[in-house]
């Protein structure tokens, strides 16, 4: 089919040709334009999105750094003292590839919970174990705050656990030198003026975990002179307390039936933490009269 020449009606001379306005095609940026482009992003422009702040994690630390923060209060703290305490399923660093300890925080506070009901309670570490157990130590309660031996202090009696059963777990020589840092002499000594006795088995001599904490509260005192000979006022104390409890509570101690004989072991148990506080308060006054 032929094209038709398409008419041109003739204007005036020396017009101007009209030129349609051209369209703008509208060109939509990508969020990360501007920034791409180095210009300033609008912080109202919704179709940027900046992403959040990575949350920071506080850096762990290795056996050697921890033991660094905790000389500040515990002079006596040493790396073989953190195995120890982990050896005893006291707390549970991560390890990295390598088998190197790497200790959080959480860890941090937890063995300053665990050496302070060592040092201000004396508390044996089956014992302290279950005080974690319970949420001692956890945030709010008081324990990593300042003056929390005083606190303790003042605070209603501790109760013991008094057992009817077996000793308990046995440590050898070597295990209680290590968590004592006493010597060999002075455990001796100690067994020579009857601090401590020990149980002899094929030809070795183990401890259970209360004489172990005895070896350990006499260690610290043998740094301020205090000798075996010197202890033997703390023995004869505790037998004359013994001898009162026994007078108190023998007739249930004695009997045969269990619930019976139970209910004066927990009499036992409330009685001894209540001797034990009163002996405190006293020993307290008197040393208050020393100083005046």
Same mark, same amino acid.
């Given at each position: 089919?032929?094209?038709?020449?398409?008419?041109?009606?003739? !204007?005036?001379?020396?017009?101007?040709?009209?030129?349609?306005?051209?369209?703008?095609?509208?060109?939509?940026?990508?969020?990360?334009?501007?920034?791409?482009?180095?210009? =300033?992003?609008?912080? &109202?422009?919704?179709?940027?999105?900046?992403?959040?702040?990575?949350?920071?994690?506080?850096?762990?630390?290795? +056996?050697?750094?921890?033991?660094? +923060?905790?000389?500040?209060?515990? =002079? &006596?703290?040493?790396?073989?003292?953190?195995?120890?305490?982990?050896?005893?399923?006291?707390?549970?660093?991560?390890?990295?590839? !390598?088998?190197?300890?790497?200790?959080?925080?959480? &860890?941090? %506070?937890?063995?300053?919970? +665990?050496?302070?009901?060592?040092?201000?309670?004396?508390?044996?570490?089956?014992?302290?174990?279950?005080?974690?157990?319970?949420?001692?130590?956890?945030?709010?309660?008081?324990?990593?705050? %300042?003056?929390?031996?005083?606190?303790?202090?003042?605070s209603s009696p501790r109760r013991v656990e008094i057992s009817m059963q077996s000793r308990g777990a046995l440590y050898s020589v070597e295990s209680v030198l290590e968590y004592s840092g006493a010597s060999r002499e002075l455990l001796a000594e100690l067994e020579e003026?009857? +601090?401590?006795?020990? %149980?002899?088995?094929?030809?070795?001599?183990?401890?259970?975990?209360?004489?172990?904490?005895?070896?350990?509260?006499?260690?610290?005192?043998?740094?301020?002179?205090?000798?075996?000979?010197?202890?033997?006022?703390?023995?004869?104390?505790?037998?004359?307390?013994?001898?009162?409890?026994?007078?108190?509570?023998?007739?249930?101690?004695?009997?045969?039936?269990?619930?019976?004989?139970?209910?004066?072991?927990?009499?036992?148990?409330?009685?001894?933490?209540?001797?034990?506080?009163?002996?405190?308060?006293?020993?307290?006054?008197?040393?208050?009269?020393?100083?005046?």
């Amino acid at each position: 089919m032929a094209m038709q020449p398409t008419k041109t009606t003739p !204007g005036p001379k020396n017009a101007t040709p009209v030129v349609a306005p051209r369209k703008e095609s509208v060109r939509t940026q990508s969020p990360g334009a501007e920034r791409q482009a180095g210009l =300033p992003i609008a912080k &109202d422009n919704p179709l940027v999105s900046t992403p959040p702040p990575r949350p920071r994690t506080a850096k762990a630390l290795t +056996i050697g750094a921890v033991c660094q +923060i905790l000389e500040r209060e515990f =002079p &006596d703290i040493t790396i073989s003292k953190i195995r120890y305490l982990e050896g005893e399923k006291l707390l549970s660093p991560r390890r990295t590839p !390598g088998g190197y300890r790497l200790y959080s925080a959480a &860890d941090v %506070e937890r063995l300053q919970t +665990i050496l302070r009901l060592q040092r201000d309670e004396f508390l044996p570490l089956r014992v302290i174990r279950q005080e974690l157990a319970a949420g001692r130590g956890a945030e709010g309660d008081g324990s990593s705050t %300042e003056g929390s031996a005083d606190s303790a202090a003042a605070s209603s009696p501790r109760r013991v656990e008094i057992s009817m059963q077996s000793r308990g777990a046995l440590y050898s020589v070597e295990s209680v030198l290590e968590y004592s840092g006493a010597s060999r002499e002075l455990l001796a000594e100690l067994e020579e003026y009857g +601090i401590i006795s020990g %149980e002899k088995r094929k030809g070795e001599r183990y401890y259970d975990d209360i004489e172990r904490e005895v070896v350990l509260a006499v260690s610290k005192l043998a740094r301020y002179g205090v000798e075996g000979r010197n202890l033997r006022i703390f023995r004869t104390s505790a037998e004359r307390e013994v001898t009162l409890l026994r007078q108190i509570l023998s007739p249930k101690l004695r009997s045969r039936n269990p619930e019976r004989r139970q209910e004066a072991v927990d009499a036992l148990e409330n009685l001894t933490s209540v001797a034990s506080h009163l002996k405190y308060l006293l020993l307290v006054r008197e040393l208050r009269e020393l100083v005046q």
